[in-house]
């Protein structure tokens, strides 16, 4: 038996334990696990340093290194984000339907966990802590395989919440890390289909499309985010341009960040400048049409065909000018990813055709793309971002991990 398949082995015994524990139990370990994080604060900085200091050598962009480094801040924010979560409502054992059958049968459905999940994913280490928490609060096992650029971090996230959970009195092995950051260890994760229920990776685009073509065990695939703020002609221009500057700008190098700008043809000469002032300010990439260069002169490079497919995680922003709704939402529909969209206006019926016609997990009016996220939507955290249809879409939440069963009561039935 290799390494990992102890690993899952061990989950999947963790699992059958944690699938019965009490709302009390899976809280009391959360808010032991909030507790520890803070404690180890001076440790997990630490390891996140080492990492840094080696991304940084190796030549990592700044909009990556951004997402790799933590502070007290962050941490703080993580140990927030478990307590939020242990007061969520419990997902499991929810009654969704009870009704009795013509021949007396009492039929019910309740949700249960997923049981061992498998989460692959890249650069960010505060996914090891919220993808571990929603798992507990949600009765399943999980195994992180994370990124080797944080691979020190993770490592210290991880050692830290066993710890918590041992001394809650729940097995340890309800949250593990793989060891082996070689994509062999991946590669093994994909076929372990004794132990594993669900694999969701968590990435870039070659992480997520490696996932998606060699995996045995079933994938929920989450979000490569070639996220659309569309300008429409009546929108408020002064908000419109707040609004791209964040959604690009705030985080550039997480999913729900713009990567992409379209602005209607009447109003393109006076909003491409203001948009412009405010992008300036980080020195943003401007990728542009003929006409956004003929607006905004020389500073804007021509925009080739795959920068409107492109997921940029950078500075660097597409920008087109459009001849109204209806090219705005084809170009959407063709070149985005079914992450994020928005459109800014104050014409309603724009903006309920923008609503209706837009294929993606998540829609905004007068709103920036980066509010997609499992925290602000209500959902205390998130252990992913779906855009596919199947099971979920849109940010994972509790709801999200798990399944249901049906639930029967009889008195002596037999079938005729």
Not at 13 to 25: F, Q, T
Not at 124 to 132: C, E, K, L
Not at 187 to 213: F, M, N, Q, W
């Amino acid at each position: 038996m290799t390494a990992i398949e102890a690993q899952g082995a061990a989950a999947k015994a963790a699992a059958g334990i944690l699938m019965n524990c009490a709302s009390g139990v899976k809280n009391d370990a959360l808010l032991k696990v909030a507790d520890a994080l803070e404690a180890g604060t001076d440790a997990i900085l630490e390891a996140n340093e080492a990492d840094m200091d080696a991304a940084r050598e190796s030549g990592m962009q700044p909009a990556l290194l951004d997402r790799l480094a933590l502070d007290e801040g962050r941490i703080a924010g993580v140990a927030k984000g478990v307590r939020d979560v242990a007061a969520l409502a419990d997902p499991i054992g929810q009654i969704t339907r009870m009704e009795t059958r013509p021949n007396g049968l009492v039929v019910g459905r309740t949700t249960v966990p997923l049981g061992v999940i498998a989460m692959i994913y890249e650069a960010r280490p505060n996914v090891t802590v919220d993808a571990a928490v929603l798992c507990l609060k949600s009765g399943n096992a999980v195994i992180l395989r994370g990124g080797k650029e944080a691979f020190r971090s993770n490592n210290a996230f991880t050692k830290i919440m066993r710890a918590a959970l041992r001394e809650s009195g729940l097995p340890e092995d309800c949250v593990s890390l793989v060891q082996d950051t070689a994509r062999s260890g991946v590669d093994e994760l994909l076929s372990l289909t004794e132990y594993i229920d669900i694999l969701i990776p968590r990435g870039g685009a070659g992480l997520i499309d490696h996932v998606v073509k060699n995996a045995r065990v079933p994938v929920i695939e989450t979000g490569i985010g070639n996220c659309h703020i569309y300008v429409e002609a009546s929108a408020d221009q002064d908000m419109a341009a707040q609004i791209t500057y964040n959604a690009k700008c705030r985080r550039p190098s997480v999913c729900n960040a713009a990567e992409a700008l379209l602005v209607d043809r009447r109003i393109a000469e006076s909003f491409l400048p203001k948009a412009k002032k405010l992008l300036d300010s980080k020195n943003v990439e401007i990728r542009g049409c003929a006409e956004t260069a003929a607006i905004l002169g020389n500073c804007v490079k021509p925009a080739a065909e795959e920068d409107y497919y492109a997921e940029f995680l950078d500075y660097i922003i597409a920008v087109k000018v459009v001849g109204g709704l209806s090219e705005a939402i084809e170009h959407i529909n063709k070149y985005g990813t079914g992450h994020s969209e928005a459109i800014v206006t104050n014409d309603y019926d724009a903006s309920r055709r923008f609503l209706n016609e837009i294929d993606a997990a998540a829609v905004y009016v007068n709103a920036s793309t980066a509010f997609t996220d499992g925290g602000e939507f209500g959902l205390g955290a998130e252990i992913g971002i779906s855009t596919q249809k199947m099971h979920a879409r849109g940010p994972m939440g509790l709801a999200e991990l798990t399944s249901s069963k049906f639930i029967i009561y009889g008195n002596g039935q037999v079938r005729p």
